[in-house]
Antibody
Framework: EVHLVQSGAEVKKPGESLKISCKGSGYSFTSYWIGWVRQMPGKGLEWMGIIYPGDSDTIYSPSFQGQVTISADKSISTAYLQWSSLKASDTAMYYC???????????????WGQGTMVTVSS | DIQMTQSPSTLSASVGDRVTITCRASQSISSWLAWYQQKPGKVPKLLIYKASGLESGVPSRFSGSGSGTEFNLTISSLQPDDFATYYCQQYNSYPGTFGQGTNLEIK
């Protein structure tokens, strides 16, 4: 069965760094794009960026470019989302999600991780 | 970026009703549109891909239509399990943007 399992909830202070993870299993991790989606408390879904673990090709939303870094380690079937200096406004649930079609970026997200809640507070 | 606008933002309906949610794109996205359902505290779930393709395991009362800039998600006969928030998402070009969501609530 196909799964994306995300790392656990985090509580951080403003200015701290953070890297959260998303581990894929049950499929060829290098052959499907993995996206990251933010959901702030009580708000809608926001597309942050997407990576192809096969070659680490990455596309960011302009809204998130420079604010986060998306990466992947194909040797352990894991994608990452990281911040170098968190802000209170980064408080949100973060989901990873896999595209439904092999290799193509033009594809809906069919498999979602369970989400990682990030809380940034002094 | 392509902007996606859903209407209505909130929809009140009863079990058994037929309901339609509309999603409009700021420019043509062909049929590269998905619909997701999200219940409170839960992970989004893919319902419809490529505007009208029904995802495996999704009940046939859900259907999608449209192309270009205007799309609809229709639920033919609402069931208690369908009360949730629905999002459209375009994946014609990147960033792949979501609509702001439609909260489907019980009347």
């Amino acid at each position: 069965e196909v799964h994306l399992v995300q790392s656990g909830a985090e509580v951080k202070k403003p200015g701290e760094s953070l890297k959260i993870s998303c581990k894929g299993s049950g499929y060829s991790f290098t052959s499907y794009w993995i996206g990251w989606v933010r959901q702030m408390p009580g708000k809608g879904l926001e597309w942050m960026g997407i990576i192809y673990p096969g070659d680490s090709d990455t596309i960011y939303s302009p809204s998130f470019q420079g604010q986060v870094t998306i990466s992947a380690d194909k040797s352990i079937s894991t994608a990452y989302l990281q911040w170098s200096s968190l802000k209170a406004s980064d408080t949100a649930m973060y989901y990873c999600a896999r595209t439904s079609l092999v290799t193509t970026i033009r594809s809906a997200f069919d498999i979602w991780g369970q989400g990682t809640m990030v809380t940034v507070s002094s | 970026d392509i902007q996606m606008t859903q209407s209505p933002s909130t929809l009140s309906a009863s079990v058994g009703d037929r309901v339609t949610i509309t999603c409009r794109a700021s420019q043509s996205i062909s049929s590269w549109l998905a619909w997701y359902q999200q219940k409170p505290g839960k992970v989004p779930k893919l319902l419809i891909y490529k505007a009208s393709g029904l995802e495996s395991g999704v009940p046939s009362r859900f259907s999608g239509s449209g192309s270009g800039t205007e799309f609809n998600l229709t639920i033919s006969s609402l069931q208690p399990d369908d009360f949730a928030t629905y999002y459209c998402q375009q994946y014609n070009s990147y960033p792949g943007t979501f609509g702001q969501g439609t909260n489907l609530e019980i009347k």
